[in-house]
């Protein structure tokens, strides 16, 4: 990603604070230009994720930098002193991502939190769905500008088909009337699978209509935004939606996860599973447990200092995680012990997977500064769940598995 920003301003007071500013807060190295034939040396020279550009430069009165910066493809923010409402709304026609009054150190600060957004928008996928081509594309220009990724449909249908193949996609919008399918039936169906905090749905529609906004936000639109909206509406719903559904999704990993490892906690391990158990209870569907223990990891701890055994645990986290398939359950309980579900599986595969992780670990070793490296072992107890036993059996008897394994000499894997 292009790590540099251009601010192209002829107040060289405001430009030094603004880009003192800006450096600070972002991991950026910001180009100054005071001038159009400076800037066009700049832009030359190197790509920005980012142009800062004033409107009234001594070389470029009337807004010519804009046009220009557009041209060669960079995305813009103006920053002007006019706050005229007719030349703000031919500016904002423009391929502008924003229009910023130069007025003080609140709207350096909106610069920065802005840009702080475009950049985690390229995290994120949004799906659009509108039979209208003219406002498919229109809507699709807005959001790549915005630096979000998009796939555009025209009805509901095809948008339900795109939603299985692209787990990535963490906003839909919709539009109300279209064929095949309309967006109401398509939120309904969204909310049978993902709720808000999984995935967010922005409605669409010109029908004026309150009553229509009430409907789909009560089958599950996170918001409403009415045709024909402007550029700085449409933004600043999209831009909202994303930030709250960040927001709930961080709250949600902190209750979730372990704070070290990220790996799920204990709470969420059973939550999950109960979940698992109601969805297979008709297929009675396989799935292997393991209680899986660092071996000696308290004498790592007194040797080394518990730093080192915290990284020795995320080292460990991080073989789990690469070495099960996504739809597998990787929990930490405590300390050095771990639960993973292996799901969907035979007892024999099962303890193919644990032995290749078994020898992943041994075969590991973590280096210290001082060059010395680090190796450690695990143990692991692995039973395949049955049908007739409660989780809670399965995981106690994975557990004297584990303690047979420790018993037997420690670095292996025990089955009944």
Do not use: W
Request: aromatic content about 8%.
């Amino acid at each position: 990603m292009n790590k540099r920003i251009l601010i192209v301003d002829d107040n060289k007071t405001l430009v030094k604070l603004i880009s003192k500013k800006l450096e600070a807060a972002l991991d950026f190295q910001v180009d100054v230009a005071y001038s159009l034939a400076e800037a066009k040396l700049f832009l030359k020279m190197y790509d920005y994720f980012i142009t800062l550009l004033d409107i009234n430069l001594p070389d470029a009165p009337n807004g010519e930098i804009v046009d220009y910066a557009i041209s060669k493809e960079n995305r813009v923010i103006v920053l002007s002193g006019n706050i005229d409402k007719t030349f703000r709304e031919s500016m904002l026609k423009k391929n502008i991502i924003d229009y910023v009054n130069k007025g003080g150190v609140d709207d350096i600060n909106y610069i920065i939190q802005t840009i702080e957004r475009l950049e985690r928008n390229k995290n994120h996928t949004v799906l659009v769905v509108d039979d209208s081509m003219v406002f498919r594309k229109q809507m699709q220009a807005l959001l790549q500008n915005m630096f979000f990724k998009v796939i555009t449909v025209a009805h509901g249908e095809e948008a339900l088909n795109y939603l299985k193949l692209h787990q990535e996609i963490t906003l839909v919008l919709t539009d109300y009337n279209m064929p095949v399918m309309d967006g109401l039936e398509l939120t309904y169906e969204i909310r049978k699978e993902q709720s808000k905090n999984d995935l967010a749905i922005l409605a669409v529609s010109s029908n004026k209509d309150n009553e229509v906004n009430a409907i789909f936000l009560k089958a599950g639109a996170n918001d409403f935004i009415t045709k024909p909206f402007s550029k700085e509406e449409f933004s600043c719903r999209v831009n909202n939606t994303i930030e709250a559904l960040e927001n709930i999704q961080l709250i949600t990993n902190h209750a979730n996860r372990d704070y070290l490892t990220g790996l799920y906690n204990r709470r969420y391990f059973f939550e999950a599973m109960e979940k698992y158990e109601a969805d297979i209870a008709e297929t009675q569907e396989n799935y292997a447990v393991a209680m899986i223990d660092i071996d000696h990891f308290k004498k790592i701890n007194d040797k080394y200092g518990h730093d080192i055994g915290d990284k020795v645990i995320t080292a460990l986290s991080d073989i789990l995680r690469t070495s099960t398939g996504h739809n597998d359950l990787v929990a930490r309980f405590g300390g050095e012990e771990f639960c993973v579900v292996i799901k969907n599986i035979s007892r024999d595969t099962a303890l193919n997977i644990f032995e290749r992780i078994r020898l992943e670990v041994e075969k590991y070793s973590y280096q210290l500064e001082n060059e010395e490296f680090i190796k450690f072992t695990i143990s692991i107890g692995v039973v395949l769940h049955e049908e007739d036993e409660s989780l809670e059996e399965t995981i106690n008897n994975s557990d004297l598995m584990l303690y047979k394994a420790k018993n037997g000499g420690r670095n292996m894997v025990v089955s009944e």
